[in-house]
């Protein structure tokens, strides 16, 4: 969202009344934005709110600002537009939190290279003296943008891997984290204030800028590879919060208030978000944001597990007893959006509510890989949004439950996070799948473990039968035998 204003340039003195209006127009729509995403129901009325709003802070920066070369900022946006657009065809909802990490370090790297172009050229920006030096609250700004910039690039490109799977969603615990940690935010913090209060002339405290950047990119790589695969959703509404912040610093340096009011909706909007997914999994806030403070380090899951009995099933064993319960509640993980299986699991759904099975999803806050993974898949399949709960308002009903149908989850029905104190997913609260009559589990095999890399107590339990098998292909053959 941030990405297009990033190259506007500085206001004029007098700003018209009308381009007044048109920010607060803006802002307004990004508000209502905001509230619309809040639900599925609304999803794509907020989209339509924040691309309004967005249209009409980029026309009024640019029929506002001095540009350098109007055609070809017209010609970026025009490319940038193509590419997004591209991309948001052709990426599947299972890589959908990578694209939002990706573009969060694009945010992230935008705030550097505006504040790197003021630094540089502090007069085409409206904040140097008479004597071409970068005025002290400018510096202040300048170093803060610039910071919390480098932090999130460096720190989404790391979420970006962790997600992808190209580096381990195991913690990386590095000997002396915290002091590091703490150290570097403390000189980042020091060198901010030197900075702004070096005396102006002769250009000689321009190191500390750069000093500022390379810690900031140091430590947003620092603060994320600590932080375990469980605890990544909570990861990407909080490099979201900082992305806002970035922005933010940089439209007080470009004097534009679209982008102030934007990046501040953003980071706030984000930083309540990562507090919510905190408290609906039982983590600290502080200790989720200073790089998994107080986490312990963890088996990576590389030992062989002891092999254990469990029972396996069949498509035509899940039918006969799906189409024999009264109540079933479906739990959905990232394995249903890996294999696609939402619209099988739709008309599974509708098979068994035609015989008069009652039939309820349950979603978790941290199902899948970001925030509303889960329910987003379900949309796109067309899933009654009153079938759709969350953990607070359904746990209870697995008591009643003659079947628990998980497909694709795993950490967030184990029962480790209320047992094991070593767990990395002690503490987060979980589905009671292990209180219902009979439970379904689809997963490919028995040799994966969940995203936080520990083996579930679920799978051998006497009610559990496996049914080992790609989740779209198992669903289609239940569907199959229930016709």
């Given at each position: 969202?941030?990405?297009?204003?990033?190259?506007?340039?500085?206001?004029?003195?007098?700003?018209?009344?009308?381009?007044?209006?048109?920010?607060?127009?803006?802002?307004?729509?990004?508000?209502?934005?905001?509230?619309?995403?809040?639900?599925?129901?609304?999803?794509?009325?907020?989209n339509?709110?924040?691309?309004?709003?967005?249209?009409?802070?980029?026309?009024?920066?640019?029929l506002?600002?001095?540009?350098?070369?109007?055609?070809?900022?017209?010609?970026?946006?025009?490319?940038?537009?193509?590419?997004?657009?591209?991309?948001?065809?052709?990426?599947?909802?299972?890589d959908?939190?990578?694209?939002?990490?990706?573009?969060?370090?694009?945010?992230?790297?935008?705030?550097?290279?505006?504040?790197?172009?003021?630094?540089?050229?502090?007069?085409?920006?409206?904040?140097?003296?008479?004597?071409?030096?970068?005025?002290?609250?400018?510096?202040?700004?300048?170093?803060?943008?610039?910071?919390?910039?480098?932090?999130?690039?460096?720190?989404s490109?790391?979420?970006?891997?962790?997600?992808?799977?190209?580096?381990?969603?195991?913690?990386?615990?590095?000997?002396?984290?915290?002091?590091?940690?703490?150290?570097t935010?403390?000189?980042?913090?020091?060198?901010t204030?030197?900075?702004?209060?070096?005396?102006?002339?002769?250009?000689?405290?321009?190191?500390?800028?750069?000093?500022?950047?390379?810690?900031?990119?140091?430590?947003?790589?620092?603060?994320?590879?600590?932080?375990?695969?469980?605890?990544?959703?909570?990861?990407?509404?909080m490099?979201?919060?900082?992305?806002?912040?970035?922005?933010?610093?940089?439209?007080?340096?470009?004097?534009?208030?679209?982008?102030?009011?934007?990046?501040?909706?953003?980071?706030?909007?984000?930083?309540?978000?990562?507090?919510?997914?905190?408290?609906?999994?039982?983590?600290?806030?502080?200790?989720?944001?200073?790089?998994?403070?107080?986490?312990?380090a963890?088996?990576d899951?590389?030992?062989?597990?002891?092999?254990?009995?469990?029972?396996?099933?069949?498509?035509?064993?899940?039918?006969?007893?799906?189409?024999?319960?009264?109540?079933?509640?479906?739990?959905?993980?990232?394995?249903?959006?890996?294999?696609?299986?939402?619209?099988?699991?739709?008309?599974?759904c509708?098979?068994?509510e035609?015989k008069?099975?009652n039939?309820?999803?349950?979603?978790?806050?941290?199902?899948?890989?970001?925030?509303?993974?889960?329910?987003?898949?379900?949309?796109?399949?067309?899933?009654?949004?009153?079938?759709?709960?969350?953990?607070?308002?359904?746990?209870?009903?697995?008591?009643?439950?003659?079947?628990?149908?998980?497909?694709?989850?795993?950490?967030?029905?184990?029962?480790?996070?209320?047992?094991?104190?070593?767990?990395?997913i002690?503490?987060?609260?979980?589905?009671?799948v292990?209180?219902?009559?009979?439970?379904?589990?689809?997963?490919?095999?028995?040799?994966?473990?969940?995203?936080?890399?520990?083996?579930?107590?679920?799978?051998?339990?006497?009610?559990?039968?496996?049914?080992?098998?790609?989740?779209?292909?198992?669903?289609?053959?239940?569907?199959?035998?229930?016709?």
């Open positions: 969202m941030m990405i297009s204003l990033l190259s506007a340039g500085t206001e004029a003195a007098a700003t018209p009344a009308w381009v007044a209006l048109a920010y607060l127009a803006s802002g307004v729509l990004f508000i209502l934005a905001l509230r619309g995403l809040s639900s599925p129901q609304t999803s794509r009325a907020g339509r709110y924040g691309m309004l709003g967005m249209l009409i802070a980029v026309v009024t920066t640019l506002t600002h001095d540009v350098a070369s109007l055609p070809e900022i017209l010609i970026a946006i025009g490319l940038g537009g193509i590419i997004g657009f591209t991309i948001a065809r052709k990426i599947a909802m299972t959908m939190p990578q694209l939002v990490a990706a573009f969060h370090s694009l945010v992230g790297l935008a705030a550097v290279l505006v504040a790197l172009a003021a630094f540089l050229n502090p007069a085409a920006f409206g904040i140097a003296d008479a004597a071409g030096q970068i005025l002290t609250v400018s510096r202040i700004e300048l170093a803060l943008g610039a910071a919390i910039g480098a932090i999130t690039f460096s720190g490109v790391i979420a970006f891997a962790k997600l992808n799977g190209n580096m381990s969603g195991t913690p990386i615990m590095l000997p002396g984290r915290h002091i590091i940690n703490l150290g935010l403390a000189g980042i913090i020091a060198l204030a030197l900075y702004a209060i070096s005396p102006l002339g002769g250009g000689g405290e321009g190191w500390m800028f750069w000093a500022i950047l390379g810690a900031a990119f140091i430590i947003g790589f620092l603060l994320i590879i600590p932080i375990g695969g469980a605890d990544m959703p909570v990861v990407v509404s490099l979201n919060s900082y992305s806002g912040w970035a922005a933010a610093a940089m439209g007080f340096t470009l004097g534009n208030t679209a982008m102030i009011i934007t990046g501040a909706l953003v980071g706030a909007s984000g930083a309540i978000l990562s507090y919510i997914m905190c408290k609906a999994m039982n983590r600290s806030f502080i200790s989720v944001i200073a790089g998994g403070f107080g986490v312990e963890v088996s899951g590389g030992e062989p597990r002891e092999q254990r009995p469990y029972k396996q099933g069949s498509a035509a064993d899940a039918a006969f007893m799906l189409e024999q319960a009264e109540n079933v509640i479906i739990i959905p993980g990232y394995g249903m959006a890996v294999a696609q299986a939402q619209h099988a699991l739709r008309e599974m509708d098979l068994l035609e008069g099975v039939v309820k999803f349950a979603i978790h806050p941290v199902a899948g890989r970001m925030p509303g993974h889960m329910n987003v898949l379900l949309a796109e399949a067309s899933v009654d949004y009153d079938k759709v709960f969350e953990l607070e308002d359904i746990n209870s009903d697995f008591a009643q439950a003659d079947v628990a149908f998980i497909i694709g989850a795993n950490d967030v029905v184990n029962p480790a996070a209320k047992t094991d104190k070593t767990s990395p002690y503490g987060m609260p979980v589905f009671d292990d209180k219902a009559k009979q439970v379904f589990f689809i997963k490919r095999s028995m040799g994966g473990v969940g995203y936080a890399g520990v083996d579930n107590d679920v799978f051998y339990m006497d009610q559990t039968m496996m049914l080992l098998a790609d989740a779209k292909k198992m669903v289609e053959e239940i569907v199959k035998s229930l016709d």
